[in-house]
């Protein structure tokens, strides 16, 4: 099992309550009390005074080590001493990824009622054992990570890093797990006179703090939210499971508030993580268009760009309906997301064999994660368990054992398919469906789980050295998968001479766990190789998520700042008519050079003939980027036309500096005109 040097937690079960009891901490407002953890630090700093002076209740912070004042206010040493002097409602975490699980579990052990974390790339196995602890209590609400935040408009209370001037108090309740598509959102419901109630920022983790359907039901019950925005993306089940509690809330109530939604990676590409930490589709999980038809069949109307949500909602709260008949030429004004996805095949499920974690000629590997092929998973499992290994021999029924994350229960989980298809090259085709059997992150699972899943895996020989064998490759592979933080260990497997033998193996571990100080010891004894595009990698250098896109005719180079925004803006010029040649995230901490890095490695590209900028800030300043798409034209030379949308914290300042520029580029506030602009440019 895992071991760890940081504090520990009882196992037991509170006495009373649980964490869904949590839940109200969620509605913060001018009355909250909030602190900060890493508050003399240079982010949190800037943060806390945006957030004073629009009128967050900030009554001091915590850094270790430090007493005294910080900007007017105190410092303290520890949050236990935070919460006896200072009694904060709320905590928000700005330390980097690497000592954040460290500052939530000292927020739990001072029982702060509401803990904001939003640092990205936090490895997922300190989340799995902070969830374990945070479902041993009911005195704590974790937000995040990998989040932009909560914030109330109507009670100007900010825990997060949103861009407050486009916020104005109203009645629509956002649940996004995009930073920049919930901005977007904010604008669009702040242009249609609607305003916003509370925005919760689930964010994009693997294993998030709070759900979609826990937000909802926050919502459901505010007052002053009228009406609901529902921002998902791929990854996961939540927006299935949100669409079955919305069609049960529409069916229990009177008069529900309408709810508009977006999903965003319709156009993702396999095989490669879409900037968020947990933007890809893991085993046995849904499409992008599956979540959409299921919220549609639940009532949800779906569109393709968050531009649209306000306006749509207006209607919708005036009684006047929803998208109703378009006419015209614009491509951006037609109908729901559901309706521009007629050139995809077939609804459904990713197979076992497809999605980022495939078995069989990747075109390109995770930088989310580190692998061992066959050969060497083949290795390690008789090395530490004497497990029978070896290639198929096309006899017997190959069946499916994993072990890796249950997302809906945010805890690992053994995962189980009673057989498995002949490889299939489609990502159309699917397979028997995966059953999950989650267990406890501190505990592992236990007996009655194993003999679960010899039940379920069909085993025709019931005999003890079948179950035996399979009890003993289960415990291989869950010390394999704590010892070297595992994301998904899966096995196909046969029955051999009465006991299970092993076919084919691929293993995935977290490379964030790597980065952010895992001792090098951990991982050096396994051989890791890197097939990734060489683009892709140096662009990660830079801080640059990068992904090609295939395709002969893709001519529209995308540079933009977020991973939702950035599948929604590949999404959004498909829809109208537009061909990207790629995904591309500036991530939350771009510099200047970081955008003239992004310019460099676009072009590299001989298929691009624009390039469009579509940036909508947060911790991203939109006076930062126009000086970086300076310095791409100064120094990189750039021959293509560059298509400017710049929207969010310092708007202004970057349309100014591109205005005043006199360099060749096409300006825009608006995103329907600038996406049409580069479709035009992109076929001359």
């Known amino acids: ?10 196992t037991c079960q509170p006495q009373h309550g649980s964490y869904a009891d949590t839940l109200p901490f969620l509605r913060i407002n ?3 009390r909030v602190i900060f953890q890493g508050f003399t630090g240079k982010q949190a700093t800037a943060n806390a005074k945006d957030s004073l002076a629009w009128g967050t209740k900030i009554v001091g912070g915590v850094t270790p080590g430090r007493t005294g004042e910080h900007i007017g206010l105190p410092v303290l040493p520890s949050v236990r001493q935070a919460m006896e002097q200072l009694k904060p409602d709320a905590t928000a975490i700005y330390v980097a990824a690497h000592q954040a699980p460290g500052a939530i579990e000292e927020a739990i052990e001072a029982e702060v009622p509401l803990i904001v974390a939003v640092a990205e790339h936090i490895p997922v196995h300190d989340m799995l054992r902070i969830h374990s602890i945070l479902k041993t209590q009911s005195k704590s609400r974790l937000v995040g990570p990998n989040s932009p935040g909560i914030i109330s408009a109507v009670g100007k209370c900010r825990i997060g890093f949103q861009p407050l001037p486009c916020f104005s108090p109203g009645r629509v309740g956002i649940v996004a797990k995009s930073g920049t598509l919930s901005y977007e959102t904010v604008a669009s419901t702040t242009r249609a006179g609607l305003g916003q109630s509370l925005c919760i920022g689930v964010g994009g983790d693997m294993a998030p703090g709070t759900d979609m359907v826990e937000a909802l039901s926050v919502l459901e019950k505010d007052p002053d939210t009228e009406a609901i925005a529902l921002i998902g993306e791929i990854g996961g089940t939540g927006e299935l499971e949100a669409a079955a509690w919305i ?13 508009v939604g977006l999903i965003a990676g319709v156009n993702e590409a396999p095989g490669h993580i879409m900037g968020h930490a947990g933007a890809f589709t893991f085993l046995g999980e849904p499409t992008a268009k599956a979540k959409i038809t299921e919220l549609e069949e639940a009532g949800v109307t779906l569109v393709n760009h968050p531009a649209k949500i306000g306006d749509i909602l207006k209607a919708k709260l005036q009684g006047t309906g929803g998208l109703g008949t378009t006419t015209g030429s614009n491509p951006f004004a037609s109908g729901t997301q559901r309706r521009q996805l007629h050139s995809m095949r077939g609804l459904g499920w990713r197979p076992l064999v497809a999605g980022p974690f495939v078995h069989k000629k990747p075109q390109h590997q995770q930088r989310r994660s580190i692998y061992l092929e066959a050969n060497q998973c083949f290795d390690e499992l008789r090395a530490r368990g004497g497990i029978n290994c070896g290639p198929y021999s096309g006899h017997g029924t190959r069946r499916l054992l994993a072990v890796g994350i249950d997302r809906s229960a945010r805890s690992p989980a053994i995962l189980v398919a009673p057989s498995i298809e002949d490889w299939i090259e489609e990502a159309q085709r699917t397979t028997a469906p995966v059953k999950s059997f989650p267990f406890d992150y501190r505990r592992g699972p236990d007996g009655l789980v194993i003999e679960r899943i010899a039940s379920h895996l069909q085993l025709s020989n019931k005999g003890d050295s079948a179950v035996d064998s399979l009890r003993r490759l289960i415990k291989t592979l869950t010390n394999l998968f704590y010892e070297k933080e595992g994301l998904l260990l899966t096995t196909h497997l046969v029955e051999r001479l009465g006991e299970i033998k092993v076919v084919h193996a691929r293993f995935a571990f977290d490379q964030a766990s790597f980065r952010n100080g895992t001792p090098p010891d951990k991982i050096k004894a396994m051989h890791v190789r890197a097939t990734d595009d060489p683009a892709e990698i140096e662009a990660e250098r830079s801080g640059i998520v990068y992904v090609k896109l295939p395709g002969e005719d893709v001519t529209i180079g995308t540079l933009v700042n977020g991973a939702g925004l950035a599948m929604n ?6 829809d109208a008519g537009g061909k990207a040649a790629n995904f591309l995230d500036t991530g939350g901490k771009a510099t200047s050079e970081t955008v003239k890095e992004s310019f460099r490695t676009i072009l590299q590209d001989p298929r691009v003939k624009v390039v469009f900028v579509n940036i909508f800030g947060g911790l991203t300043l939109g006076d930062m980027i126009a000086r970086g798409i300076i310095m791409a034209f100064k120094e990189l030379s750039l021959t293509v036309p560059v298509v400017v949308r710049i929207r969010g914290t310092n708007e202004e300042e970057g349309q100014k500096i591109i205005a005043d520029s006199g360099l060749p580029l096409y300006a825009f506030d608006d995103f329907e005109e600038a996406a049409a602009k580069a479709i035009e440019l992109s076929r001359k």
């Open 30 to 32: 001018s009355n909250t």
């Open 1 to 10: 099992m895992l071991s760890s040097s940081r504090r520990s937690f009882t």
């Open 247 to 259: 069609k049960e809330y529409y069916s229990r109530s009177e008069s529900p508030k309408p709810i």
């Open 569 to 574: 803006t590949v999404d959004a010029l498909a």
